[in-house]
């Protein structure tokens, strides 16, 4: 029986919304569809019982839930004949098939600055499966967790596919020298180790307490190929916005997020809002956490795009925008700015009017380049 439990380390978001909120971008379900039609597979037959349609796979405008994901997940072991189909069809993917989730790790400085995004926007890459970071004795883990008490069967067909996404996504942040040291599984060793340590390109340790990709800690603080500090803080920016869109719609941090939009400029203390809804302030943040968010990182996500909003739309003072949002005076909106974008809020504002942000009104990269 597979063991499935969180260790010690930086969690990177469990599941941050419910398992029928339709807000979730197509990514993963395009390429297990693609995936299984290189088998011959069609379509219709991928997506049964689904919902969803081929039209859905083409339009960057549709949304699945989290539940329609794991329906197609379950038909692909049913219809595929490849024992390791999960493993390959997560190395299939790249950072730039993940939107503006990808570019965000794929253009940070370093894989270190990269782990901010992961930690921060992997709600926006439909996580089925929990996932926290380890750094020990020289050695990174990678670590992989049931949090939604899917059947072993699915759950190791899910794990499998985020192995092989995982590894995908260290070699287009490292290069394609990069190398695991080794991965370890729950599950127990079969007929098919050769092709699996293949498609990893490393060796696996079965019957392990953890599901775990591991490798040398001194990649963490290379510079990363594609590093861009400009896009960076563009694309970072978008996911932003997006993330708050998301968690807006979803769950207890959707709540949370709604009544700080209330009345901008006084917004409840986490205490309020539990009492508001019905909780204790320690209820509340344990459901947060569950959901992979916390108040203080949904109030600066708030008081971020509110202060973007009024730089961009507003002729309102920096000082005026700063008791807008209740700090406790200028420097420190400026402080939290500059660590929020990059910038101080006059360089921000300067560079849009002048349009050397090529950003639309609502925060968003120019038409044309793919949503997360």
């Not at 197509?26 to 919902?51: C, D, N, Q, R």
């Not at 049931?146 to 490292?174: C, H, I, P, W, Y």
């Not at 005076?329 to 990059?342: M, N, Y």
């Amino acid at each position: 029986m597979m063991q499935r439990s969180t260790r010690q380390g930086i969690l990177l978001t469990t599941q941050a919304t419910g398992l029928d909120e339709v807000v979730h971008p197509m990514h993963k379900a395009l390429v297990l569809v693609e995936s299984l039609a290189t088998e011959g597979v069609g379509i219709e037959a991928a997506l049964a019982g689904t919902g969803l349609h081929e039209p859905d796979l083409a339009n960057p405008a549709a949304r699945m839930s989290t539940r329609q994901l794991l329906a197609i997940c379950r038909n692909a072991m049913s219809l595929s004949r490849d024992p390791v189909f999960a493993l390959r069809a997560g190395r299939r993917v790249r950072a730039t098939h993940l939107g503006f989730f990808g570019f965000a790790i794929l253009c940070s400085a370093t894989p270190r600055d990269a782990l901010v995004c992961l930690r921060r926007y992997r709600a926006l890459s439909t996580p089925i499966i929990g996932a926290a970071f380890s750094e020990v004795d020289g050695r990174c883990g990678l670590l992989y967790f049931d949090t939604l008490e899917l059947d072993e069967a699915l759950f190791r067909f899910v794990l499998d596919f985020q192995l092989g996404l995982g590894l995908s996504l260290l070699k287009d942040q490292n290069g394609e020298a990069f190398a695991l040291d080794c991965v370890r599984v729950s599950y127990p060793e079969g007929a098919d180790t050769g092709e699996r340590e293949g498609l990893l390109e490393a060796p696996i340790a079965f019957g392990c307490d953890e599901n775990q990709l591991v490798w040398d800690a001194a990649w963490l603080d290379r510079p990363q190929p594609h590093a861009n500090r400009l896009t960076s803080m563009v694309v970072r920016e978008a996911c932003d916005r997006m993330l708050a869109g998301v968690l807006s719609e979803s769950g207890t941090a959707g709540m949370v997020t709604r009544m700080l939009l209330e009345q901008p400029g006084r917004f409840p203390g986490i205490e309020e809002i539990a009492e508001r809804l019905h909780v204790t302030s320690r209820t509340l943040r344990r459901k947060l956490q569950a959901e992979g968010a916390s108040y203080v990182d949904i109030l600066a996500t708030v008081r971020k795009d509110l202060a973007i909003r009024h730089l961009r739309t507003t002729r309102m003072t920096v000082e005026e925008i700063a008791e807008e949002l209740g700090f406790s005076d200028v420097t420190s909106f400026r402080q939290a700015f500059r660590r929020w974008t990059g910038r101080s809020p006059s360089e921000y504002r300067g560079r849009t009017r002048s349009g050397h942000d090529n950003l639309d009104d609502a925060g968003f990269l120019p038409a044309g380049l793919p949503a997360a």
